[in-house]
């Protein structure tokens, strides 16, 4: 076993956009674990949008992270050494000790995966926390219905594309929008959306009813600010949101301003439900069964971005997700 290893801590408080200044790679040694512990060693971690509310010092649904410490975060790694019964040595497992090549963890707060379901880094992605985020947004919180046309914003992301494709894979008409060409083209030509547009190509709103007419009856929220208040326009009767993330804010200083049009919300008898996904853990039996069958059909595609380098390459590689540069899920090896 090793003697020290890398993490990554947080050096301090980022002020809008996060910059490399803001981290900081430090040398700790691995202490052996104790009873029903786990030394795992880490081979994939994830970086994700909510982790920007995090470096921040204030009050939210998780606690932030402390400065001069580890971050934490999902990942993915194989067990060196166990004294925890029912989890031996060579089990992977996925738990939430991220931003360290070597972690230590109670054995109570990992979780088992098996590598013939699916790649191992596939449990930090579409069989992971982000595809049952879109499942139980998608079903549960939006509650779809047959005939439903469906709006998912961020969605060449991790969470919207899996979504979209959800929905598609039900038979309902889905749009979707996102920051660059390249990326409206892998909605339509890769994930089989009906309509999909770049953001930067003018007004949302009049670019989403270009794409549903008549119309949406879900909008799977990913973006906020300008996406929210668009998609509450489009909303027919009884429409419904589900709030999962909005990282058109995530670096703002200032409090971005809130859709102009909630009146709507009254009239249209809509439902604006936000949602965490630790709150459904019950639904990952049902999700990890369907989502891996239509994985084996070829009828969902879980997009990796992932990035090489190591314990070094995490930070830039987070400040790049939060600036756009991932299709799908944003994943770090850190193999070597």
Not at 115 to 139: D, E, K, N, R
Not at 209 to 225: E, F, L, Q, R, S
């Amino acid at each position: 076993m090793p003697q020290n290893a890398r993490e990554v801590q947080l050096a301090r408080r980022p002020s809008g956009a996060p910059v490399p200044e803001d981290f900081r790679i430090a040398e700790v040694e691995v202490p052996d674990p104790a009873d029903d512990e786990l030394l795992i060693r880490n081979v994939w971690m994830s970086v994700d949008p909510y982790m920007r509310g995090r470096m921040n010092d204030r009050k939210s649904y998780a606690p932030p992270f402390e400065l001069d410490a580890p971050l934490y975060g999902g990942a993915v790694g194989e067990v060196v050494a166990s004294r925890y019964e029912g989890i031996a040595e060579g089990d992977w497992v996925v738990h939430g000790l991220g931003w360290r090549e070597y972690a230590v963890a109670d054995g109570h707060a990992v979780r088992r995966i098996d590598p013939a379901i699916g790649p191992p880094q596939a449990f930090l992605g579409v069989l992971g926390m982000t595809g049952l985020t879109a499942y139980v947004g998608l079903l549960d919180i939006a509650a779809l219905r047959d005939g439903d046309i469906v709006f998912v914003s961020g969605a060449a992301g991790a969470v919207g594309s899996l979504a979209g494709q959800l929905a598609r894979a039900r038979g309902h008409t889905v749009i979707g929008s996102a920051g660059s060409p390249a990326k409206v083209a892998f909605l339509r030509d890769e994930l089989g959306f009906d309509a999909a547009f770049d953001y930067h190509d003018g007004p949302v709103a009049e670019q989403l009813a270009a794409a549903a007419p008549d119309g949406i009856d879900v909008y799977y929220d990913n973006v906020g600010g300008e996406h929210l208040e668009a998609a509450i326009g489009a909303m027919r009767m009884h429409g419904r949101v589900a709030m999962c993330g909005s990282i058109s804010g995530y670096n703002a200083t200032e409090p971005p301003p809130g859709p102009r049009n909630l009146a709507l919300v009254v009239g249209r008898r809509l439902t604006l439900r936000g949602f965490l996904v630790g709150d459904h853990a019950d639904r990952r039996q049902a999700f990890e069964a369907e989502v891996s069958a239509l994985l084996r059909e070829g009828r969902i595609v879980g997009r990796e971005t992932v990035v090489e380098g190591g314990i070094e390459v995490a930070p830039q590689a987070f400040i790049d997700l939060l600036a756009g540069a991932n299709t799908g899920k944003m994943l770090v090896s850190l193999a070597g």
